[in-house]
């Protein structure tokens, strides 16, 4: 940020008054412009013993295998957003169930969300971020080709859970820049 | 927004290719500058059968009751963000436990976080946000002087558990603008 969004004046990087962290201060009309955290939000789409994979259209790590899910919107519910992000990416409709998984990633300032959802119908086709679309078993997840850690560590969990027959809810933090964070 | 914080120039509203929301983008550069929704987050410090309420020193609802909360920072886990409120606000040590609440506010494109947490010592005084802190019991908890909507649902929600011996999660959203959203 180098110029202020209310009155094109430049901004500094300071520690306003009563504050205790650095933030971009308009030196003309010092309207203070925060920044936050985002929250990306998504689903583990069920239908059967399967789940729905998509495969990334887009950088970063195009080709590689992830759930859907993507940033949350202004003026929507995490359950809408979720089931938005899995219309746009896959064009699937889900039934948005149980929170299953909430990580803080401080090291890019992101929370992710994750529901369990289920899958109403099997008339989905990859939407314009995916490259592919597809129903999976267990056994036939690319594991080694999951495009983030956030999303194979909750997924393992997952499936490692399902097969006790007990889901539960798990917070997580994902702290270092990984190859696959 | 009017002005484009890398360029200077002025921004336009306008849906860009391949997009369906309206969005800021500049009219030189081009950035697209998204606005998400952002995280509240803050705990219900336990002492016994009391809880800790805050007193707010500043608007909105000044003089009203709540919970220490507040906005998440950049580079934080969602427990440092709770805790760091809660020492900001009141001036208390708390241990994070386990999610309590989250809740939608979509139409302050907000979502609240709320985690039990343990007071760790009663060494605690109003923060510079806060006029006045105190533990209370669920019979002197001042119900119809609670600042949020949001705070007040999942207290209530909290006290009525309690009582039955069964602490869960839940999800909420409040949607409607209202006295006490
Ligand atoms: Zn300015
Ligand atoms: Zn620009």
Redesign the interface.
């Known amino acids: ?8 004046a430049t ?1 500094e990087l300071i520690i306003p008054e ?1 504050d205790s ?1 650095l933030r971009y201060v308009c030196t003309t009309c010092k309207v203070i ?7 990306v939000v998504g689903c583990i789409p069920e239908w059967e013993d399967k789940i729905l994979l998509c495969r990334r259209a887009i950088e970063p790590r195009l080709g590689w295998w992830t759930l859907p899910a993507g ?10 957003a979720a089931a938005r992000e899995t219309l746009e990416e896959a064009n699937a409709r889900v039934e948005i169930g149980d ?1 299953y998984a ?1 990580y ?1 990633l ?2 890019i ?1 992101q ?1 992710y ?1 994750l529901f369990r959802a289920r899958l109403l119908d099997l008339d989905f086709k990859p939407g ?1 971020e995916s490259l592919e679309v597809k129903l999976v078993s267990e056994h036939e997840i690319p594991w080694e080709e999951m495009a983030f850690r956030v999303i194979h560590d909750p997924l393992k969990q997952y499936f490692k859970e399902r097969s006790q027959g007990k889901l539960g ?1 798990h ?1 997580g ?1 994902i ?1 270092k820049p990984s190859s696959s964070s």
């Open positions: 940020m180098k110029y202020c969004s209310h009155c094109s901004v009563g962290l412009h925060y920044q936050n955290p985002k929250m940033f949350m919107e202004n003026n929507e519910t995490l359950e809408q929170l909430v803080s401080p090291h300032s929370v969300i314009i809810f917070m933090v702290d």
